[in-house]
């Protein structure tokens, strides 16, 4: 396909610019630009190059997208409107508190509704995606032990089932990471952490459920063990569609917790945001919040203050539009439609993967809101990897499962079917693996070429992740 750039025609134009009916207004030398190429089109040449661009992708309201440790769920298309309302749309991020009371509200209430949701007292809306929040409550880990004097606590335990961003972001907030061990189910090994958590740990990082998507059923002890060790216990909730409504990490022994607004609170996500990942603390981890907060007083709401923060960790109020969505979609299930919908996302995930359970599944028994399969014994049987399926899965218009991660289970596929997909597009997914893994035992080479339906076959994945071509050179 030509680029936008390819097809311009000298001249060409959408419309005509009406003639100047006002004062013209004579820049200062130097303020103009000496030149800009912009692309040259007719009106319909442009509807046309956008509307084909849009028709050579696979997104999520396209159908089902079962990507694991991702909560593509579909997001509902009222909320949008509802962010996108004036007040909220035009407001001025540097507007006086005064006039942002609505904002404000938003801001506050979303905040209250997240505390109540995950067992917590206070909470920041500022990080912008999940990863941010980690390490946003990993600042605020350090600047809770230092204000106790206690400094020599520079580690962070992370299970090696763990999502990669937790090392990442235990990294570059300083700490050294110490990896914990699974056990024979895939569950944290309690002798493991025992042994790892010490004097110099600052937190425990941990998902639950985990990457595997098994719930630690040991968390009572874990939380035990880490406490006593002086150090705290941080909850990935990127994964808070498995459990919302259904039992709240402050209950389970977790002092701080990250949600990714974009995955669980219907915003929709992929393709680089935008996303909101808000941090939700116990009170003695409050004053470590990021400034400013939004407090309530007599006279409405202030921006406030804390003496002991961590610091600012975005610009003005963050991804509000994000907030205003996580908000209206949280009001709009309430308490029992939130549990309804957590409830229904691990139903989904078990029909699907009893369904397939011929197949592979790691570990016994049930799943939570996702499963891993390992391609393994295929491979080994057929010369097929895990991103041959994923690709004969694109051919069958399935996205893609999560591959080869978790990284501890070899050849891994996981799916994520969410509980916003019906039992008529479990059933056709099931139907395509099972026919994918049947060519695989007759035509394994039909594999090897797929996808044989979209505009490019196999990219060099890292490549396009580490050295994308985003800008066309002139
Ligand atoms: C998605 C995810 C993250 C990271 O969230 P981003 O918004 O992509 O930064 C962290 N942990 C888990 C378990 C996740 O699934």
Known sequence: MKTVFEKSVKG???????????????????????????????????????????????????????LGSCTMKYNPKLHEVIAALPGFRDAHPLARADKMQGSLAVIDTLSAYLAGITGMDAVTLQPCAGAHGEFTALLMVRAYHRA??????????????AHGTNPASAAMAG?????????????VDLADLSLKAGEDTAALMLTNPNTLGKFEK????????????????????????????????????????????????????????????????????????????VTRTERGFRFGRSDWSAGRVTAFYGNFGVYVKALAYIVTLGGKGLREAAVTAVLNANYLREKISYFYPVGEGRCMHEFVLSMRKLR????????????????????????????????ALMFEPTETASKETLDAAADALKEVIELAYTDPDALHSAPHTTPIRRPDEAGAARDPVVKEEL
């Open 148 to 161: 106790r004097g206690d400094e020599k606590r520079v580690k962070v335990l992370i299970p090696d089932s």
């Open 175 to 187: 700490f050294e990471v110490v990896t914990v061990k699974s056990d024979a189910d895939g569950l």
């Open 380 to 411: 080994e049987e057929t010369g097929v990897t895990a991103a041959d399926v994923a690709k004969g899965l694109i051919d069958r218009g399935i996205h893609p499962p999560t591959m080869y991660f978790p990284l501890i289970v070899e050849d």
């Open 218 to 293: 040991h968390i009572l002890k874990i939380a035990e063990i880490v406490h006593e060790a002086g150090a705290l216990m941080y909850y990935d909730g990127a994964n808070l569609n498995a459990v919302m409504g259904v039992v709240r990490p402050g209950d389970m022994g977790f002092d701080l917790v990250h949600l990714n607004l974009h995955k669980t609170f219907s915003a929709p996500h992929g393709g680089g945001g935008p996303g909101s990942g808000p941090v939700c603390c116990k009170a003695e981890l409050a004053a470590f919040l990021p400034d400013p907060q």
């Open 12 to 66: 060409r134009r959408c419309f005509e610019v009406s003639a100047l009916d006002v004062e013209k207004y004579d820049f200062e030398a130097g303020a103009l630009r000496s030149s800009l190429r912009l692309p040259e089109l007719s009106e319909p040449e442009v509807v046309a190059h956008y509307t084909a661009l849009s028709k050579r992708t696979f997104g999520v309201d396209d159908g089902f997208y079962p």
